[in-house]
């Protein structure tokens, strides 16, 4: 979204000053954190009752 839609956006939805400045600043700022591969983030292979075979989810 580049600026011309996020100030359309920010007009269709009524945004006050004040929470457009906020969001504004947040799509500006770098992330916070570094996603790190982890269990809870990998793909599982699951077997599907019906027949057996593997999904991956």
């Given amino acids: ?3 011309t839609e996020f100030q359309k956006w ?7 000053a004040q929470t457009r400045d906020l969001i504004a600043r947040i799509r500006a700022a770098p992330p916070e954190r570094h996603v790190q591969g982890r269990a809870g983030n990998s793909t599982r292979h699951l077997p599907q009752p019906k027949n057996g075979s593997h999904h991956s989810i």
Avoid: H, R
């Fill in 1 to 3: 979204m580049n600026s």
């Fill in 10 to 16: 920010c007009e269709q939805l009524q945004l006050v």
